[in-house]
C-alpha cells in the first residue's frame, strides 16, 4: 500500500495544475446540483417497522381526519384563577370570554375552544383552570409563524394584566434558538491552534482548505444525489461534524510528517511521496474503518439511521480523498514555505535542520517528559487513569433517553409552564393519551371486552371510545394514562396491552398515538445502539489486527474507545439529565437526553478515537518494524506523533465546546459530549493508558499468531519497500536540498 500511495501523492505533486482543475470541477458539479436538485423528504422519523408505525398508518386511512396536516397547528391558552378563587366565577369567566373574543381574531386561527362548554368542558377538577385549545390553519412553509405566537402570547400578557395565571402551549410554541456566537469561536480557535502547531500561517490555511474542500464536497455530493433519493433534514448532521472532524485530522498528519520528511533533508517531490506513502497509509486505514462503521449503521433498520451513516460515509470517504490528491498538490506548491520561517531561513542559509535536532527538542519537551514518567511507572499510572476514567462513566448506568421533551426543551419558558400546570391539574397521562386500535369483524361488540383488558392492566386513568370506521371493521379506544409521556409507567402500559392483545379473541389489537410512536421509536434506537456499539468494537479489531499485525494492541485500543465513550456519556448525564452545571451551560438542563445523540456520539468520537489510535501506534509500530525494542519504538513513535495528536484534540475540543455553548439542548449536549470524550480519548487513553499498558506488555503487545500472520493480507502501512527504494536509488547532493523551489 505505501508504495501505491507514495505513486499516487507523487502524481498528484507532479500534475497540481490537473488536480486542482479536477477538484474545481467536482466542487461545481456539487454547486449546481445542489441548486438544481436537492430535495428533502418528509417524515425522517418514520417508522413504519414498529407496531405503532404501522397501525399509525392503518388509523389514518381508517379515520381521515387524524392524519397529519402540516399546514395545521395547535396552541393552549392555560388560564388559572387566583388564589382562593375559580375560573367560573363570573369575573375570571368573563376574563377567559375576552381572551378567546381576541386570539379569535388573530390571523390563520380557525377556532378556539369554548373550556366551559358543557360537551366538552375543559376545567379541571378544582375548578381552578381551564384550557381553550386554539386552532391554527394555513400554516404553509412561506408562513412565518412567529407573529401569530407573538400575537397570542400577547392576549396571555392582556389576561394576566387581568388577573389571571396564563401560558401558552402548543406546537407552533418551539421556537428556533439562537446560534451562540462561541460556534464561530470554536472554528476561529482551532485555526490558531493550528498555526501554533505548525508555526506557519501556509501550513495551518492548508490544513483548514483541505478539511473545508473534503467536507464541502462530500456534503454537496450528496445533496445533490438527493435529486434521485430525497434525504431526510436530519441526514447531513452527522457527515457534518465528522466530516470537519477527520478532515482536520488527516490533514494535520499528513502535512506534519510532510514537515519531518523535509527536516531529515529530503526534497519537496520526495517528502511529499514518502508522507503520502506513510501517513497516508494511515489515513486510509483510519478513513476506512469509520467509512465501514458509517456503513454499519444500517443495520439497525431504521431509515433516517442509515441515510444518515451513509452521507456521512460520502463525505468522509471523499475527505480520505482529498488528503492523498489534493493535499499532495497543495504540498507541491507551498514547498518548504510549510516550515516556519525560522526553518526555512536556515535552510536558506545552507543549514539544514537535522531531524537528530527535532529530536533532541522532542526529548527535552513537555510531551518528552510526560512519556518518560509513564514509562518510569506504568502500572500505577495505567490503574490510576483507568480507574478515573471508569468512576466518570459510572453516571451512564442513569441515563434516561427520550424522543422529545414533554412541554418543549426549556424549563422556564411559557411552553414547558403549560404542560406542567396540565399535568398538575389534569393528571400527568392527560398528555400522553394512547390510541388502542382494534381490527376485525364486528368490533364494536369486542369493544367492552378490550376497555376492560386494558383496564385491567393497570396504571390507566380513563379508557374511552375515540370512534368507529365506516365499514364497522376498525374502531379506536383512547386510553389516558397515569403517568406522563416519558415515564417508566407508560413505557411499561404500552407493553402490557400489547402481551395482552390475545386475551380478546377474534380482534387485532394495536397500540398506537403520538406517546407510543415515541415510545418505540426510542426503544429502536436504544436496541440500535448495542448493535452498532458490537459492530463497531468488532470493525476495530479486525481492521486494527491487520493494520499492526498483533492481537493485544487493538484490543487495547478499541477498549480505550469504550473507557472514552464510557466517560463522554458519564460527565453528560451529569451536566445535561442531573443538571450538575447548570449556571455554565446556557442550555437547558434536568431534561432526559434525546434518544438520537447516543448514536451520533459513538459515531463521531468512534472515528476520531481510530484517527488517534492509527496516528499514534503507527508510529509505535514504523518504529518497532526499524528493530527498535518495544519499549524504545514507543518512545520513539509517542514523541514524533504525540504532539500532532494533542493539536487535532485540542482543536476538536475546541470546535465542539462551541457547540457546547448552544442553546439548543441537543446541539449543547452533542458538543459538550465530545468535547470530553475527545479530552479523555487523545490525552488520557492515548497519551497515559496505550503507553503504559504497552509497556507492559512488552514484546507481548506485537504478539501474532504465526498462522493468522499468513492469513491476513500483508499492508506495508510502515513504508517498509520506500526505505528499501531509498536505499538502491542514488543520492541527491546538497545543492538538490537546500535550494528547493519554495524556500525563497
Request: net charge negative.
Amino acid at each position: 500500500m505505501a508504495a501505491y500511495l507514495s505513486r499516487l501523492g507523487a502524481f498528484s505533486a507532479r500534475h497540481r495544475v490537473l488536480v486542482f482543475v479536477v477538484w474545481g470541477l467536482m466542487l461545481a458539479v456539487g454547486v449546481v446540483g445542489t441548486v438544481t436538485g436537492m430535495t428533502f423528504s418528509e417524515g425522517g422519523f418514520s417508522l413504519s417497522s414498529t407496531e405503532s408505525g404501522r397501525a399509525l398508518q392503518v388509523m389514518q386511512a381508517k379515520f381521515p381526519a387524524t392524519a397529519i396536516d402540516d399546514t395545521k397547528g395547535t396552541l393552549q391558552l392555560v388560564l388559572t384563577a387566583p388564589a382562593g378563587q375559580k375560573v367560573t366565577g363570573a369575573t375570571s369567566k368573563k376574563i377567559i370570554a375576552t381572551a378567546i373574543e381576541r386570539v379569535t381574531e388573530v390571523g390563520h386561527v380557525a377556532a378556539v375552544s369554548d373550556p366551559f362548554a358543557k360537551d366538552r368542558s375543559y376545567v379541571s377538577a378544582d375548578g381552578t383552570t381551564a384550557v381553550a385549545t386554539v386552532t391554527l390553519t394555513g400554516l404553509t412553509d412561506d408562513v412565518d409563524t412567529d407573529p401569530i405566537y407573538a400575537k397570542v402570547l400577547a392576549v396571555a400578557d392582556q389576561a394576566r394584566d387581568a388577573g389571571l395565571s396564563v401560558e401558552v402551549g402548543g406546537s407552533i410554541g418551539d421556537q428556533v434558538p439562537e446560534q451562540s456566537p462561541a460556534e464561530g469561536l470554536g472554528a476561529m480557535i482551532a485555526f490558531i491552534i493550528l498555526i501554533v502547531t505548525f508555526g506557519s500561517l501556509i501550513a495551518a490555511g492548508a490544513n483548514m482548505l483541505g478539511a473545508l474542500l473534503g467536507l464541502a464536497t462530500g456534503l454537496l455530493g450528496v445533496f445533490a444525489l438527493s435529486a434521485w433519493h430525497p434525504i431526510g433534514s436530519t441526514t447531513p448532521t452527522l457527515a457534518g461534524m465528522i466530516g470537519l472532524a477527520v478532515g482536520i485530522d488527516y490533514g494535520l498528519f499528513i502535512l506534519a510528517r510532510f514537515r519531518t520528511e523535509l527536516r531529515e533533508g529530503r526534497t519537496v517531490e520526495e517528502a511529499i511521496a514518502r508522507s503520502i506513502g506513510t501517513a497516508g497509509s494511515a489515513v486510509v486505514f483510519a478513513g476506512a474503518t469509520v467509512i465501514i462503521a458509517l456503513v454499519g449503521l444500517s443495520v439497525v433498520r431504521i431509515p433516517f439511521i442509515t441515510e444518515m451513516g451513509l452521507a456521512a460515509a460520502v463525505t468522509v470517504a471523499t475527505t480520505v480523498l482529498m488528503a492523498l490528491t489534493f493535499l499532495p498538490a497543495l504540498m507541491r506548491s507551498m514547498g518548504y514555505r510549510v516550515l516556519s520561517r525560522r526553518e526555512r531561513t536556515m535552510i536558506r542559509k545552507g543549514v539544514p535542520l537535522p531531524e537528530q535536532a527535532a529530536q533532541r527538542g522532542r526529548r527535552r519537551s513537555f510531551l518528552g517528559g510526560w512519556i518518560r514518567v509513564v514509562m518510569k511507572a506504568p502500572l500505577p499510572i495505567a490503574v490510576v487513569a483507568i480507574a478515573g476514567l471508569l468512576l466518570l462513566a459510572m453516571p451512564t448506568f442513569d441515563l434516561r433517553t427520550a424522543l422529545s421533551t414533554p412541554g418543549g426543551e426549556d424549563p422556564d419558558s411559557t411552553q414547558r409552564a403549560a404542560y406542567t400546570v396540565i399535568a398538575d391539574k389534569f393528571g400527568a397521562g392527560s398528555q400522553s393519551a394512547l390510541i388502542v386500535l382494534v381490527e376485525g369483524t364486528g368490533v364494536a361488540g369486542k369493544l367492552d371486552q378490550v376497555a376492560g383488558m386494558v383496564t385491567a392492566v393497570g396504571d390507566v386513568a380513563a379508557v374511552t371510545p375515540a370512534g368507529a370506521s365506516e365499514d364497522g371493521t376498525t374502531a379506536m379506544l383512547q386510553v389516558v394514562p397515569k403517568g406522563g409521556p416519558i415515564d417508566d409507567a407508560t413505557r411499561d402500559l404500552v407493553r402490557d396491552i400489547r402481551d395482552h392483545a390475545a386475551d380478546v379473541a377474534g380482534v387485532s389489537i394495536a397500540v398506537t398515538g403520538s406517546t407510543a410512536v415515541d415510545i418505540d421509536t426510542n426503544d429502536m434506537l436504544s436496541d440500535a445502539l448495542i448493535i452498532y456499539l458490537v459492530l463497531v468494537v468488532s470493525l476495530a479489531l479486525v481492521l486494527l489486527i491487520i493494520l499492526f499485525r498483533s492481537l493485544l494492541v487493538p484490543l487495547v485500543g478499541t477498549l480505550g474507545f469504550l473507557l472514552s465513550l464510557g466517560t463522554a456519556f458519564g460527565v453528560t448525564v451529569k451536566v445535561f439529565q442531573d443538571g450538575w452545571a447548570d449556571a455554565l451551560i446556557p442550555a437547558p438542563s434536568g431534561n432526559p437526553i434525546l434518544s438520537l445523540l447516543p448514536i451520533l456520539i459513538v459515531g463521531i468520537l468512534f472515528g476520531l478515537a481510530m484517527d488517534y489510535q492509527v496516528f499514534l501506534v503507527s508510529r509505535m509500530h514504523e518504529a518497532h518494524a526499524r528493530g527498535l525494542s518495544p519499549a524504545d519504538a514507543i518512545v520513539d513513535g509517542f514523541q514524533r506523533t504525540a504532539v500532532v495528536v494533542v493539536a487535532a484534540a485540542a482543536i476538536m475540543i475546541a470546535v465542539f465546546a462551541g457547540f457546547a455553548t448552544a442553546v439548543s439542548p441537543f446541539v449543547a449536549a452533542i458538543g459538550f459530549a465530545l468535547s470530553v470524550g475527545v479530552l479523555a480519548d487523545a490525552v488520557i487513553v492515548r497519551m497515559i493508558i496505550v503507553p503504559a499498558v504497552l509497556k507492559l506488555l512488552g514484546n507481548a503487545a506485537w504478539w501474532m499468531p504465526r498462522w493468522l500472520d499468513r492469513l491476513l493480507p500483508t499492508i506495508d502501512a510502515e513504508g517498509r519497500t520506500l526505505e528499501a527504494a531509498d536505499r538502491q536509488a542514488p543520492q541527491h547532493t546538497d545543492e538538490d536540498v537546500l535550494t528547493p523551489a519554495g524556500t525563497r
